[in-house]
């Protein structure tokens, strides 16, 4: 396993669920480069460990992620780090985070946002990309590109409007930096749960441990599928359900649930 400076990986592989903490909490999880490829390629180790199911990201200390690090930008405590004169440097200078996100969305396994604080720019996208949000009263979203004059370049035009479920609200939350309270984003499906911040860590591994006891076939090709659907037409996402249900049809998954099921008993899914 690699050594990490910025992030924290802890797998269980008896539980088959892994926690990936993003651990700045001096900078309130804000993400620099080196912050920013490290998870990309924790994100790569979890996706390849065939021990795990589902994963949970979440922050240190109070915070979930900040956004990108302030400090590395113009304007900032150290200008012109990040920011080079040449901009097919700049737009190169983003596949880290890019790497980042698809890696979330592509990974075959769930991914749970637990959210204990403020999730701000890239911290929001971050959010968005998760499959799963559980979050407390203490967390707060905002886009936050446009008070600083910025275009969000880790995906959230994309991003916000299928995880708000709004056109509108991304626009307003796009176009105005404000806020997005806990209890708003409940309201509109964003969270999928919302709890006191003594029952976040419980509610979530309850999550986590229900899909990871789950049929790991099934699971992955709904996930794949669940994404997949927002670029297909419905003829073309029938066809690729019933390819994707002959391949569980067949799979020693679905004869131990059947099998379980006619015994009266909980299932022991193996992944195949």
Known sequence: MPNYQYVIL??????HIARLTINRADRRN?????ATDEMGQAIEEVSDDDDIRVMILTGAGGS?????DLNTLKGGADP???VSENSDDIRRGFRGSHKMILGLQRMEKPVIAMINGTAVGAGFDLACACDIRIASPAARFMVAYV????FPGF???????RTLGSMGKAAELLFTGDFLEADEAYRLGFLNRLVDEDELESTTMQMARKIATGPPVTIR??????????EFDLETALKMAAAAETITLTSRDHEEGAQAFR????PNYEGR
């Open 10 to 15: 802890e797998k269980d592989p008896v539980e």
């Open 30 to 34: 804000a993400l620099n480069d080196e």
């Open 64 to 68: 979930f992620c900040a956004g990108g």
């Open 80 to 82: 012109g780090v990040l």
């Open 147 to 150: 008070r600083i004059g910025l």
């Open 155 to 161: 995906g959230g035009t994309w991003l916000y409007p």
């Open 221 to 230: 090709l709904s996930k794949l599928m669940l994404y997949k659907g927002l």
């Open 263 to 266: 015994e009266k008993r909980k």
